[in-house]
């Protein structure tokens, strides 16, 4: 998943990404979750219309990712969550 991440990063719409996370469902069938820190002056539209192109992109990545789900948040939340706070 080092490749979605790094497609991720190089878009200027996000800060960071915070997580990237795959469920394999099959051994053609992925299911990927990345949570982002887009830039603070995006207005809803614009999050909306960058999620559903990264979508692309991700499937773009590996033909098995069949699902994805685009979550924005912060990274400290997403490390909170990990560990359990």
Do not use: C, N, W
Not at 3 to 20: F, G, M, N, T, Y
Not at 53 to 58: G, T
Not at 65 to 76: E, K, L, M, N
């Amino acid at each position: 998943m080092a490749e979605v991440r790094k497609v991720l990063e190089a878009d200027p719409r996000i800060d960071s990404v915070a997580e990237v996370l795959s469920m394999h469902l099959g051994p053609q069938e992925i299911l990927l979750g990345v949570t982002l820190d887009f830039q603070d002056h995006l207005t809803a539209a614009d999050i909306e219309a960058a999620s559903d192109h990264f979508a692309d992109l991700i499937q773009g990545v590996d033909k098995r990712i069949t699902r994805v789900f685009v979550r924005s948040g912060r990274a400290r939340e997403a490390y909170a969550r990990r560990a359990g706070g």
